[in-house]
């Protein structure tokens, strides 16, 4: 089955409202042509669940510039300084999650799980409630987040926390073959997988994509049953978000 499509046709029935789980960690394995072709077909309300919402001008900060995310789940809201801003001053619901929870919420949700029990939280806002999710104009809080049920297990507490499901997945991948069937670069691999297995719909883009049967089967890191659409990936340009070098002292030190 050819699952290779042109990227506005991939996002075409993304309507008003949508959930969305987007890969990526910071600017790595972000899927940035299918963020650039939501951007264009202009959809607005999205609920965005990704581990960050990219920077001031990339990534899923483009689509917070333009207004199309009203809720974020996520797990690091730092670098961006609109993101920043739109939670402050009440345009923008956020939920914030640790991230591994975050990341564990994401493969319950494709493995068919319901909810789990993590310690994770256990005694903070996370577990206790009144973490701000939106804030008025005036910086009263509007919406916080709900208390969770808590079990003890062996003497030890534990809270619960409920799989993400969503309506859609944006995810890159280094390579695919036309059926779907994905292998990501390094650090790539940690919510890329995740994400497209939590979405009822998953569109991924890939870097190269080559036929099938050219990927190894031991060598696949996303089956292709998880994918339903693929596309070429035409953003090329891979930004860093914080770039540290050591000050040289001496030529060739």
């Not at 990339?58 to 809720?71: D, M, P, T, V, Y």
């Not at 297995?197 to 569109?203: F, I, L, Q």
Request: net charge negative; charged share 20%.
């Amino acid at each position: 089955m050819d699952k290779v499509v042109a990227a506005a046709v991939a996002v075409a029935d993304i309507p008003d409202g949508a959930t969305i789980a987007v890969g990526g960690f910071g600017l790595c394995g972000i899927p940035s042509t299918l963020i650039a072709a939501l951007l264009a077909s202009g959809p607005q309300d999205l609920r965005v669940v990704s581990n960050n919402c990219g920077v001031d001008g990339w990534g899923l900060g483009l689509l917070l510039e333009s207004g199309q995310i009203s809720r974020m789940t996520s797990s690091y809201v730092g670098e961006n300084k609109e993101f920043a801003r739109q939670y402050l001053s009440g345009e923008l619901e956020v939920e914030l999650t640790p991230q591994g929870t975050l990341a564990e919420r994401l493969r319950a949700g494709g493995a068919g799980i319901p909810a789990f029990y993590t310690a994770t939280g256990v005694g903070t806002q996370v577990a206790e409630g009144g973490l701000p999710w939106r804030y008025h104009k005036d910086g009263t809080v509007a919406v916080a987040s709900p208390p969770k049920e808590v079990r003890t297990f062996k003497g030890r507490e534990y809270i619960l926390e409920e799989a993400i499901v969503t309506d859609f997945a944006l995810v890159r991948a280094a390579v695919a073959d036309r059926h779907g069937n994905a292998v990501f670069n390094g650090s790539a691999m940690n919510f890329n997988p995740l994400a497209a297995m939590a979405g009822r719909v998953c569109v991924l883009e890939a870097e190269r994509i080559v036929e099938p049967g050219q990927i190894p089967p031991s060598e696949v890191q996303l089956p292709g049953v998880h994918v339903h659409r693929v596309i070429e990936a035409t953003v090329a340009e891979k930004r860093i978000e914080r770039r540290t070098v050591r000050q040289r002292t001496e030529e060739g030190v």
